[in-house]
T-cell receptor, first 111, second 113 residues
Framework: SQKIEQNSEALNIQEGKTATLTCNYTNYSPAYLQWYRQDPGRGPVFLLLIRENEKEKRKERLKVTFDTTLKQSLFHITASQPADSATYLCSLSSGDDKIIFGKGTRLHILP | EAGVTQSPTHLIKTRGQQATLRCSPISGHTSVYWYQQALGLGLQFLLWYDEGEERNRGNFPPRFSGRQFPNYSSELNVNALELEDSALYLC????????????FGSGTQLSVL
C-alpha cells in the first residue's frame, strides 16, 4: 500500500532563511499531493495542492515541487519567520480512495 | 462562513464505556472524514462519509463506527473503549466528490482512563 515518508526529525532554520521539507512516497504517483500545516492542539490547515502534471506551485512565500520520477515533493518556505514554526504534513491518495497523511515534519524558525 | 465544528472539545471516559463525537461540516460540504491522531503518531484515516453513505473506512476494528445525517453532520462512535483509543479525533469536510482541500475542525481530545 502507499506510504508517505517525511523526516520526523525537527528542522531548525534561522529566521530569514529558506526552509525545505521533503515528502517521499513509495508506490504509484498520485493524481495530486497536498501540504497542510498543523499547530499544537489544532487541526491541520490546507496550504497547497499540486497535481501530477504540475512541476511547481507557488503561493506567497510558499513553493511546492512534485517530481513523479523521484516520487518526491519538496515544500519550501522562503524568508522564514518564527510564526512559520509548526508541523507540516504531506498528504496524498492511497489509491483506494483514502487520503493518507505523513507523520509530519516539525519546523522551528529560530529568531 | 463557519468552519468545521467538533464537539465536545474534551471527553474523558473509562475503559469499556462508549464515546460519541460530533462534527458539523462547512456549509455546502457533503463529505466528512474522520481521523485519529494519537500522541506522536500521524493522522490515521478512520472513516469517510459522502452524501449520507460510508464511502471508505481505515484499518480500525468494527467498534469504531459512525454515520452521516441528512444535514451532512456526522457522528463517530467508539464502543468498548480501550486505553489506546486515547487520542485527538479530527473531523474534516470537503466539497462533494473530491478529496481535495480538506478543512479540519479543532478536534475532540478523548482520554480513556
Amino acid at each position: 500500500s502507499q506510504k508517505i515518508e517525511q523526516n520526523s526529525e525537527a528542522l531548525n532554520i534561522q529566521e530569514g532563511k529558506t526552509a525545505t521539507l521533503t515528502c517521499n512516497y513509495t508506490n504509484y504517483s498520485p493524481a495530486y499531493l497536498q501540504w497542510y500545516r498543523q499547530d499544537p492542539g489544532r487541526g491541520p490547515v490546507f496550504l497547497l495542492l499540486i497535481r501530477e502534471n504540475e512541476k511547481e506551485k507557488r503561493k506567497e512565500r510558499l513553493k511546492v515541487t512534485f517530481d513523479t520520477t523521484l516520487k518526491q515533493s519538496l515544500f519550501h518556505i522562503t524568508a522564514s519567520q518564527p510564526a512559520d514554526s509548526a508541523t507540516y504534513l504531506c498528504s496524498l491518495s492511497s489509491g483506494d480512495d483514502k487520503i493518507i497523511f505523513g507523520k509530519g515534519t516539525r519546523l522551528h524558525i529560530l529568531p | 462562513e463557519a468552519g468545521v465544528t467538533q464537539s465536545p472539545t474534551h471527553l474523558i471516559k473509562t475503559r469499556g464505556q462508549q464515546a460519541t463525537l460530533r462534527c458539523s461540516p462547512i456549509s455546502g460540504h457533503t463529505s466528512v472524514y474522520w481521523y485519529q491522531q494519537a500522541l506522536g503518531l500521524g493522522l490515521q484515516f478512520l472513516l469517510w462519509y459522502d452524501e449520507g453513505e460510508e464511502r471508505n473506512r481505515g484499518n480500525f476494528p468494527p467498534r469504531f463506527s459512525g454515520r452521516q445525517f441528512p444535514n451532512y453532520s456526522s457522528e463517530l462512535n467508539v464502543n468498548a473503549l480501550e486505553l489506546e483509543d486515547s487520542a485527538l479525533y479530527l473531523c474534516a469536510s470537503s466539497r462533494t466528490g473530491t478529496n481535495e482541500k480538506l478543512f479540519f475542525g479543532s478536534g475532540t481530545q478523548l482520554s480513556v482512563l
